[in-house]
């Protein structure tokens, strides 16, 4: 799935659940370990926001903190790079060690690097910890894109694998999501209702039709900063790229 693509999905969600999603909902966030955070419903982001950001119908909320949350968040010195050659200054911005190669050996070169705002925002939306987020875009032709992002480890609950690894030592999270956004008179199945309790089953109500698509993530942490690399359109064989892929950052890395 690229840019386009998705920009297509979250415009199709209807506004009004859109607005009603940015209400900041107490008593939600008192019974779920989700909480919403501002973030604009078009911005393409990669599995730490987008997994959220689909199921929370175009607002970020992500990470599991309780009651606390980590979205979005303003701040000084973020920007666009379209050549890795200034990474040593994104490094200073971000005030963690960047990995992001040029390539990989699939074939995936770098076309895009993004320095951004976020933080840790408490239960009364307070910001608890502003830092720097990097996310890199990756093509390849013939493929959908692939996205690598890096934040510094924020110690937050990870969600249950599909596969776990480990590759030079280093933990590595596999895993493959299925994602269905339906209109907001879509009646759950008996299907539905079973694959949703097995886990790794995500439905959301609001789009204009039925949309789904599969998300493939590979994360792991090593030397006090988290990696994710994310696929939005996953196919058989994809967790297995994303663990040679991490593979390559880890070495990389060390």
Do not use: C
Request: glycine share 8%; proline share 4%.
């Amino acid at each position: 799935m690229n840019r386009e693509l998705l920009a297509k999905a979250f415009g199709d969600i209807d506004d009004a659940i859109v607005a009603e999603a940015y209400r900041p909902v107490t008593e939600a966030a008192s019974g779920s370990p989700e909480r919403i955070v501002h973030m604009s419903k078009k911005r393409i982001v990669t599995f730490a926001l987008a997994a959220a950001l689909i199921l929370t119908l175009g607002t970020a909320a992500y990470a599991i903190f309780g009651v606390r949350s980590v979205g979005t968040h303003e701040m000084p010195k973020t920007g666009e790079y379209t050549s890795l050659s200034e990474l040593k200054q994104v490094e200073k911005t971000v005030g963690y060690d960047v990995t992001a190669p040029q390539s990989f050996s699939n074939g995936y070169a770098f076309s895009l690097l993004t320095v951004r705002g976020e933080a840790v925002y408490d239960e009364n939306n307070a910001v608890e910890k502003e830092f720097y987020g990097v996310h890199a875009d990756y093509t390849k032709p013939g493929s959908p894109d692939r996205y690598l992002d890096l934040n510094p480890a924020l110690g937050a609950e990870q969600p249950e694998p599909t596969e776990l690894h480990t590759i030079d030592g280093v933990p590595v999270r596999l895993s493959l999501d299925h994602y269905k956004i339906v209109p907001k008179d879509y009646q759950e199945t008996e299907e539905d209702i079973a694959r949703e309790a097995d886990g790794h089953y995500f439905i959301s109500w609001g789009s204009e039709s039925v949309m789904e698509f599969d998300m493939a993530s590979a994360g792991f942490e090593i030397n006090g900063v988290e990696y994710m690399l994310t696929d939005m359109a996953a196919t058989e064989g994809t967790l297995d790229e994303l663990a040679q892929m991490a593979a390559e950052l880890i070495t990389a890395a060390k």
